[in-house]
Nanobody
Framework: QVQLVESGGGLVQAGGSLRLSCAAS????????MGWFRQAPGKDREFVAA????????EYADSVKGRFTFSRDNAKNTAYLQMNSLKPEDTALYYC????????????????WGQGTQVTVSS
């Protein structure tokens, strides 16, 4: 069983930055893929980014490329999402996900997910 706990959300003005954290515990293996999804009120869930615990294979949604960066600290079992140049349309509940396969993370078929952290960007 894998547990994921997000933190770091908050209220920020447009153009600002936030860094989200995802602390993983349980049977998380170095071969797992981690990812971030977001969901705004009234909208479908949206893929944001994904990468493997071992490094490499990083994927980003076109809407966040060049602004968001996925990183990880394997020693702390923690993944991060650095979000720069935030826009009001980035406002959403962001949650961390995990699965053994990248394709399952990207397509939303992941096995594990956290409760989410709210990000609100004011204009």
């Amino acid at each position: 069983q894998v547990q994921l706990v997000e933190s770091g959300g908050g209220l920020v003005q447009a153009g600002g930055s936030l860094r989200l954290s995802c602390a993983a515990s349980g049977r998380i293996f170095s071969t797992y893929y981690m990812g971030w999804f977001r969901q705004a009120p009234g909208k479908d869930r949206e893929f944001v980014a994904a990468a493997s615990w071992s490094g490499g294979g990083t994927e980003y949604a076109d809407s966040v490329k060049g602004r968001f960066t996925f990183s990880r600290d394997n020693a702390k079992n923690t993944a991060y999402l650095q979000m720069n140049s935030l826009k009001p349309e980035d406002t959403a509940l962001y949650y961390c996900v995990a699965d053994r396969y990248l394709i399952r993370v990207v397509t939303g078929e992941y096995d594990y997910w956290g409760q989410g952290t709210q990000v609100t960007v004011s204009s």
